[in-house]
């Protein structure tokens, strides 16, 4: 592909991403704004990853279904992507979708094990929660999208060989670090709350 048409393609593709990645971020704030149940907010959160893994399905059957229709001019990019990423193509994505999945079966099953009147924060929505992690999730998210098309467009198909396990290696650290930060947060808002509660004078 030419550089000049790669670099097009490539600016129309992060800005189709910032422009998706804030409407979903609205849509379910939207929603989290009503929740108030545990159960609900993780069997939701585990729906929207199943959906996820459907789709992603879909379009390893059919070629980038969702986008093509959407967004033909974007396919060449993705034709592009898989034929010089050649057989680490696969191995990233099963790797994305086992992840995936691992943590949508783990969090639909603290939805099914919660009590109905088991509330997220002292009956506050889940928003309050959500936004921040879902926040840090984008900004990191996009940060990883960003490296990874550099990534793709200055490497030869010999040079991306074990790309897949890199990713792997870096997701992991990456997810363990998010993980530690999420629970600090927890950590530190339970702490503020229980000595609010204590002494209303704090």
Known sequence: MEELVLKKLR??????NYILSLFVLAITSIVCLQIKSL?????????????YIIIELMNRSHGEIIIGKLIPSLKPLYAYEREK????????????LTFIMFFAVI?????IVTPNSHPIGYGRSAFYYFFP???MSLI???????????KIDRSNTEELKGYANETLIEGTVIGIL?????????????????????????
Do not use: D
């Open 39 to 51: 159960k609900t907010f993780c069997i939701l959160a585990g729906a929207v990853c199943l959906c």
């Open 133 to 135: 992690s879902a926040l």
């Open 140 to 150: 990191v998210s996009n940060i990883s999208f960003y490296r990874h098309i550099k």
């Open 85 to 96: 990423l050649g057989i680490e193509y696969n191995k990233l994505k099963n790797r994305q």
């Open 178 to 202: 998010f993980a530690i930060i999420l629970i600090g947060l927890f950590l530190a808002f339970l702490l503020f709350y229980i000595l609010k509660v204590s002494s209303p004078n704090f």
């Open 107 to 111: 969090i639909i099953y603290l939805g």
């Open 11 to 16: 600016r129309k593709q992060m800005l189709i």
